[in-house]
C-alpha cells in the first residue's frame, strides 16, 4: 500500500528542547515537502526536497531544518522549538508522471511547545 | 505572487442539498488546481485536479471546472451526504514546480 508515515502522531515538548519529526514514503518519489497547517491559513510549505541532498526553503523555514539523506526518508528537525511553533506539520511526497501531479500526505504530527 | 482564495466556512449544510465552495486564485502561466479534503485526525487527500483551462476534475460527485478566464475552480456536489463533512482545501502549483500554494480551508458540516 502507498503511503506516507510520519512520527510521532501527538508531542509535547518545551521551549528549547531539540526534537526531529520523522517521515518516510514508500513509493520511490523524488520530490517530497514539509507543511504547518494553522487554523485560518490553511498549509504553509516549510522545507521541500527534489531529490536526495537536494532541498530548498519554502515559505515559513524559519526555525526549521531538514536533510535528505536517503529518497525514502525526510526528517524535519526543530533544533531550539519556540511556541509560535505549535502546529499541526504534515509530510508530503509526489509523484510527477505525464504533465500530472499527485500529492500524498502523511497523517500529520501535532506539536505542542510549552 | 501566486495565491489561492477560498470562501470561509464554517459550511453548514443538510443532507441532499446542493454544494458549492469558491475558490480563486492569481498566478502567472497556467497552474495546476487542486481539491484536496482532510477528514477529522486525518491527512489531506486529493479529491481532484485539473490542469489546464476548460478542464473538469471529477471524483465521489464532486466537480471542479478549471475557468481562466475568472481565475476560479469553484468545487460543487449536487446532494452533499453527512459522510462528506470535512475540510476542504482549494490547491494550486505550477506544473512542474516545487511550489503548492494552499487556501485557508472551508469547513462543511452537513447535518442528517
Known amino acids: 500500500e502507498a503511503q506516507v508515515t510520519q512520527n510521532p502522531r501527538y508531542l509535547i515538548t518545551v521551549t528549547g528542547k531539540k526534537l526531529t519529526v520523522t517521515c518516510s514514503q514508500n513509493?520511490?518519489?523524488?520530490?517530497m515537502s514539509w507543511y504547518r497547517q494553522d487554523p485560518g491559513l490553511g498549509l504553509r510549505q516549510i522545507y521541500y526536497s527534489m531529490n536526495v541532498e537536494v532541498t530548498d526553503k519554502g515559505d515559513v523555514p524559519e526555525g526549521y531544518k531538514v536533510s535528505r539523506k536517503e529518497k525514502r526518508n525526510f526528517p524535519l528537525i526543530l533544533e531550539s522549538p519556540s511556541p509560535n511553533q505549535t502546529s499541526l506539520y504534515f509530510c508530503a511526497s509526489r509523484s510527477f508522471y505525464g504533465g500530472e501531479e499527485t500529492q500524498y500526505f502523511g497523517p500529520g504530527t501535532r506539536l505542542l511547545v510549552l | 505572487g501566486n495565491s489561492v482564495t477560498q470562501m470561509e466556512g464554517p459550511v453548514t449544510l443538510s443532507e441532499e442539498a446542493f454544494l458549492t465552495i469558491n475558490c480563486t486564485y492569481t498566478?502567472?502561466?497556467?497552474?495546476?488546481l487542486f481539491w484536496y479534503v482532510q477528514y477529522p485526525g486525518e491527512g489531506l487527500q486529493l479529491l481532484l485536479k485539473?490542469?489546464?483551462?476548460?478542464d473538469k476534475g471529477s471524483n465521489k460527485g464532486f466537480e471542479a471546472t478549471y475557468r481562466k478566464e475568472t481565475t476560479s475552480f469553484h468545487l460543487e456536489k449536487g446532494s452533499v451526504q453527512v459522510s462528506d463533512s470535512a475540510v476542504y482545501f482549494c490547491?494550486?502549483?505550477?506544473?512542474?514546480?516545487?511550489?503548492?500554494?494552499f487556501g485557508a480551508g472551508t469547513r462543511l458540516f452537513v447535518k442528517a
Open positions: 490547491a494550486l502549483s505550477k506544473g512542474g514546480g516545487f511550489k503548492t500554494i
Open positions: 498566478a502567472t502561466g497556467y497552474p495546476s
Open positions: 513509493m520511490n518519489h523524488e520530490y
Open positions: 485539473a490542469t489546464k483551462a476548460d
